[in-house]
């Protein structure tokens, strides 16, 4: 799984990387998170239309998968829940096949069907509130991709109450998806970030590679390492975004799916990978092995950047780190 990209930058504090001022940015918000686009070595007619076209996708994608809105397929696939099966198409079967394949390798804590946890766990809620045990008991029953009826034609979910959600993958399929739109629109360098979501595609246009900031998960504003990229990607799972805290215990959104409990092992994992789904998927899948993160990501053959919960630094070239 190699690619060309390497760490480039060590340090626990101080501003984030922001990666040089290109010939031509985009920005545009979608999936309930703010994205950009960068593009050198083009005009700005040329970029703009094929920023345009990306951006298009970006929208039909989350049209079509979110569980926000009534008429999308996830939620089609949702409503159907113990009746029939719900035809599906070419795209949505690869989506279903990957998250098979993450499912296998998290050992069943990487789990499309999870998402009805939400029903016990409010990460938003002010007091901060923990779930009673019995709330989360009550539909752990519901999580269980193995059970899901499912081909390259139809998918069927067999109990009501249950549900799919491919917010675990979504928005990395989506950078992925941006940057094959744009070289398809004849674009040679570029920079896709979908709300921290990092995809490359060539080195800027005098050969030097992208730098994009690792995230500090404990310093607002602050970068903890950084990379550069030429072609691929980097994607980064932590607990800072959405959780809540008891007593000085985090309780962070990451939830396995066998367990119904949040993750605890590490405060983030950064991963780079060829392509952004699978950057993704694999700092997921790390943050849910917990300590088993290191061996599954040396079998992945990724290059990753780790924060235990205790705030050491761990990672592929830890003498860098």
């Given at each position: 799984?190699?690619?060309?990209?390497?760490?480039?930058?060590?340090?626990?504090?101080?501003?984030p990387f922001h990666p040089p001022m290109s010939n031509f940015r985009a920005t545009f918000r979608a999936m309930?998170?703010?994205?950009?686009?960068?593009?050198?070595?083009?005009?700005?007619?040329?970029?703009?239309?094929?920023?345009?076209?990306?951006?298009?996708?970006?929208?039909?994608?989350?049209?079509?998968?979110?569980?926000?809105?009534?008429?999308?397929?996830?939620?089609?696939?949702?409503?159907?829940?113990?009746?029939?099966?719900?035809?599906?198409?070419?795209?949505?079967?690869?989506?279903?096949?990957?998250?098979?394949?993450?499912?296998?390798?998290?050992?069943?804590?990487?789990?499309?069907?999870?998402?009805?946890?939400?029903?016990?766990?409010?990460?938003?809620?002010?007091?901060?509130?923990?779930?009673?045990?019995?709330?989360?008991?009550r539909v752990l029953p519901l999580i269980n991709w193995s059970e899901v009826e499912w081909d390259d034609g139809?998918?069927?979910?067999?109990?009501?109450?249950?549900?799919?959600?491919?917010?675990?993958?979504?928005?990395?399929?989506?950078?992925?998806?941006?940057?094959?739109?744009?070289?398809?629109?004849?674009?040679?360098?570029?920079?896709?970030?979908?709300?921290?979501?990092?995809?490359?595609?060539?080195?800027?246009?005098?050969?030097?590679?992208?730098?994009?900031?690792?995230?500090?998960?404990?310093?607002?504003?602050?970068?903890?390492?950084?990379?550069?990229?030429?072609?691929?990607?980097?994607?980064?799972?932590?607990?800072?975004?959405?959780?809540?805290?008891?007593?000085?215990?985090?309780f962070c959104h990451i939830l396995d799916a066998t367990t119904g409990m949040p993750v605890r092992h590490w405060?983030?994992?950064?991963?780079?990978?060829?392509?952004?789904?699978?950057?993704?998927?694999?700092?997921?899948?790390?943050?849910?092995?917990?300590?088993?993160?290191?061996?599954?990501?040396?079998?992945?053959?990724?290059?990753?950047?780790?924060?235990?919960?205790?705030?050491?630094?761990?990672?592929?070239?830890?003498?860098?780190?």
């Amino acid at each position: 799984m190699a690619a060309p990209m390497r760490a480039i930058l060590s340090g626990r504090s101080g501003p984030p990387f922001h990666p040089p001022m290109s010939n031509f940015r985009a920005t545009f918000r979608a999936m309930a998170s703010e994205h950009k686009i960068e593009l050198a070595g083009a005009d700005d007619a040329a970029a703009q239309h094929a920023a345009d076209a990306a951006i298009a996708d970006v929208q039909r994608i989350e049209q079509k998968y979110t569980r926000y809105r009534d008429d999308s397929l996830t939620s089609r696939i949702n409503q159907a829940a113990g009746g029939a099966a719900v035809p599906i198409d070419a795209e949505t079967a690869a989506l279903l096949r990957y998250a098979d394949a993450c499912h296998r390798l998290s050992h069943g804590k990487f789990d499309i069907t999870s998402g009805v946890l939400r029903q016990a766990w409010n990460f938003r809620s002010d007091p901060p509130i923990r779930p009673a045990q019995q709330a989360i008991d009550r539909v752990l029953p519901l999580i269980n991709w193995s059970e899901v009826e499912w081909d390259d034609g139809s998918i069927r979910l067999p109990r009501i109450g249950m549900e799919i959600d491919f917010g675990g993958i979504g928005k990395e399929y989506a950078a992925d998806r941006v940057a094959t739109i744009l070289q398809e629109q004849g674009m040679r360098h570029g920079l896709v970030n979908l709300g921290g979501d990092v995809r490359a595609f060539g080195a800027q246009a005098d050969g030097t590679p992208w730098r994009v900031g690792i995230r500090h998960p404990r310093r607002d504003g602050a970068a903890i390492a950084g990379v550069e990229l030429a072609d691929g990607a980097l994607a980064t799972s932590g607990d800072y975004e959405r959780f809540i805290e008891i007593d000085g215990v985090r309780f962070c959104h990451i939830l396995d799916a066998t367990t119904g409990m949040p993750v605890r092992h590490w405060q983030s994992i950064s991963v780079m990978a060829p392509l952004c789904v699978m950057a993704g998927s694999c700092s997921t899948i790390a943050m849910l092995l917990q300590d088993e993160a290191p061996a599954f990501l040396a079998e992945q053959a990724t290059w990753w950047h780790g924060v235990r919960s205790d705030g050491r630094v761990v990672g592929t070239e830890s003498d860098l780190l």
